[in-house]
């Protein structure tokens, strides 16, 4: 088994995958209508997990956007070229509330989504 994708709840449709797509180069690979106020939406990284994005459907879920985890990083975007990813990212309007940092695994920094969800950029140490 292996997991393939994450459910991310969002506001709106329309802005995550403009966040995503601008700031991130996600691709989108779906977005169907399921009705009038719900879509399956899936974006992908290039490899890997894909994210669904969720619109929240009631107030539990609307309190939950952002913090989906309690404020503990959620997701993990890897890179094998940290310092031009960074650049790039930073450069695109990405929030880091971290800043860059070698530990003992290798190179990371925090950023937050367009919700405020804390996402680690990390390239691995060999």
């Known amino acids: ?75 993990f975007l890897h890179t094998s070229d940290f310092p031009a990813d960074y650049a790039r990212l930073t450069a695109a309007g990405v929030h880091f509330v971290r800043p860059p940092s070698r530990e003992a695994y290798g190179q990371v920094a925090v950023f937050q989504d367009l919700y405020g969800n804390l996402w680690d950029l990390v390239e691995y140490s060999p």
């Not at 601008?22 to 997990?49: A, H, M, N, Q, Y």
Request: net charge positive.
């Open 1 to 75: 088994m292996q997991l393939v994708q994450l459910a991310l709840l969002v506001r709106d449709y329309d802005e995550a995958i403009a966040w995503f797509t601008t700031k991130l180069r996600f691709t989108l690979i779906e977005d169907t209508p399921l009705s009038p106020d719900k879509r399956w939406v899936v974006l992908s990284p290039g490899t890997g997990c894909r994210l669904l994005l969720a619109k929240a459907a009631n107030d539990q879920q609307l309190a939950a956007i952002g913090n989906q985890t309690g404020g503990r990083v959620f997701l």
